[in-house]
């Protein structure tokens, strides 16, 4: 690969991966959204009389969950889907650039499925945690008999969570670009991704330099994950992309 060919690579990978994380940044908002529409419309439901106010919470306790896991949000929840085909449609696009314009393989394998599923699971397991802080505001403001804003009920937790969430989903998207260049079959695979301050000491040794890839399988990044999957750790920026020989 030329110095050239090289600097056109890195350039789509930098476009691709902020791509994907406005995709991401995008699903989560929207999740947000719908589920803090559906607690807020419920608490401004409420009365304010306190008494009448307190049985309406109470019941309202035990409907929580149901309330923010509509049909909506469920569907939203699969589209998660569309994000990790846009993630394996950058890699075909990377692999041809790496290889003298050759198509890549489609060498999907069925833990990637399951991978992809078990994401939107904890997705809902995530949603299901928003309910769940959201019922113990509400009982904590039953048991002492504080008013709790509406907003600070439905939008404290929701920042927490959501955030965790959009970094769990960011590092998913890259760690099943990972498994599908590590699927290819070939011999090699180029470190890519951006060369700056911010790199670990692990991406720093190997930033844009081609490895045979079952060297890869041997790596340690010091954080306790596989490099192969997660590159220099979570949140790591880099890819691996498939070639065929080594320079």
């Not at 039953?142 to 969430?165: N, Q, Y």
Request: charged letters at 25%; one cysteine or more.
């Amino acid at each position: 690969m030329t110095e050239d060919e090289l600097e056109e690579l890195l350039l789509l990978v930098q476009r691709g991966n902020r791509r994907i994380d406005r995709e991401v940044e995008g699903f989560v908002s929207t999740l947000r959204l719908l589920m803090q529409r559906k607690i807020l419309e419920e608490l401004s439901s409420l009365p304010s009389d306190r008494s009448i106010r307190q049985s309406r919470v109470i019941r309202l306790l035990g409907g929580l969950e149901s309330l923010v896991l509509t049909d909506d949000v469920m569907e939203h929840i699969q589209s998660l889907e569309d994000i990790f085909d846009l993630q394996y449609s950058l890699m075909e696009q990377w692999y041809s650039v790496a290889n003298d314009d050759e198509e890549m393989a489609d060498r999907r394998v069925p833990n990637m499925g399951v991978f992809t599923n078990s994401r939107e699971q904890n997705v809902t397991i995530m949603a299901r945690a928003y309910a769940n802080e959201v019922r113990q505001g509400l009982a904590d403001s039953v048991i002492t008999g504080e008013r709790i804003s509406d907003f600070e009920l439905a939008d404290v937790p929701a920042t927490r969570i959501f955030k965790a969430l959009d970094g769990d989903l960011k590092t998913a998207t890259a760690t099943y670009g990972r498994m599908v260049a590590m699927n290819q079959g070939l011999g090699f695979v180029l470190y890519a991704g951006p060369k700056d301050a911010r790199n670990r000491p692990f991406c720093a040794e190997r930033v844009n330099k081609i490895f045979p890839i079952q060297t890869v399988y041997t790596w340690d990044n010091g954080q306790g994950i596989p490099a192969n999957l997660y590159c220099g750790g979570y949140g790591c920026r880099h890819v691996l992309i498939p070639v065929a020989r080594a320079g």
